[in-house]
């Protein structure tokens, strides 16, 4: 296991500073999501690179509903397609709130963000988790279900209630909503998990760390986690 005792921030600039080439990872990105490519340059990773295909729902809504999640997964042949001349290592469809609900399968091999969050927890050997998103509160209880369905046990869930909008979300928001977290679970967690690739959490990570005294993981951080540590010899 590879934990985190000295944050995420710290375990991820050691695993790419450690990596003896380049990996290539392609980022399956829903099209009205600017915080992943603002995010993801920003961790000046030397040995990681991000490729990216735009995924635009049939529906061209970016609220998040039945039909922007069924969207991007019937997108994603075509923007896979995209990137088919490109060598990557890893492929990951940049939204976490699609794996656990509906639509269409994901082409094979193709890894969701909450898959990133659940690896990065699995390395990490972090069984329970305070969980924190944008999202409405009923995809968040559909999120905190797959977590515990999965082994990662959620002690305390908190959320804005959005639907749409999350790129214009504050740092004194994304801390506010922390706040509201039940303290005895923050405290018994292993780590807090700020859910959501569409939202920007990197300015508040160190901050919550600090405070915190443990571990924060976003959904971008588990993400670049996740093609850090991808196997030498390791393709799509």
């Known amino acids: 296991m590879h934990a985190l005792p000295d944050g995420t921030l710290t375990t991820l600039a050691a695993l790419d500073a450690a990596a003896d080439r380049t990996i290539r990872a392609g980022l399956l990105l829903p099209w009205a999501n600017v915080a992943v490519e603002s995010e993801l340059p920003r961790l000046n990773l030397r040995h990681t690179a991000f490729h990216h295909a735009r995924l635009v729902p049939p529906s061209r809504t970016t609220a998040i509903d039945a039909s922007f999640w069924?969207?991007?997964?019937?997108?994603?042949?075509?923007?896979?397609?995209?990137?088919?001349?490109?060598?990557?290592?890893v492929v990951m469809l940049a939204c976490t709130s699609a794996h656990f609900t509906s639509g269409p399968p994901l082409p094979s091999g193709v890894f969701t963000a909450f898959d990133a969050l659940l690896q990065a927890l699995t390395e990490a050997a972090v069984e329970r988790v305070v969980l924190v998103t944008p999202y409405p509160q009923a995809v968040t209880e559909a999120e905190a279900a797959a977590f515990n369905e999965s082994g990662v046990e959620v002690l305390a869930h908190a959320s804005l209630g959005l639907t749409d909008g999350y790129p214009e979300v504050t740092p004194d928001q994304v801390l506010a909503v922390v706040e509201r977290l039940p303290q005895d679970a923050v405290d018994t967690a292993g780590s807090v998990v700020l859910s959501c690739t569409g939202w920007h959490t990197l300015p508040v990570i160190h901050d919550l760390e600090r405070r915190l005294r443990k571990p924060v993981l976003s959904?971008?951080?588990?993400?670049?986690?996740l093609a850090a540590r991808v196997p030498v010899g390791v393709g799509t």
């Open 70 to 89: 069924h969207g991007l997964r019937e997108a994603s042949v075509q923007a896979l397609d995209s990137l088919s001349h490109v060598p990557l290592d």
């Open 219 to 225: 959904s971008n951080l588990a993400m670049a986690l």
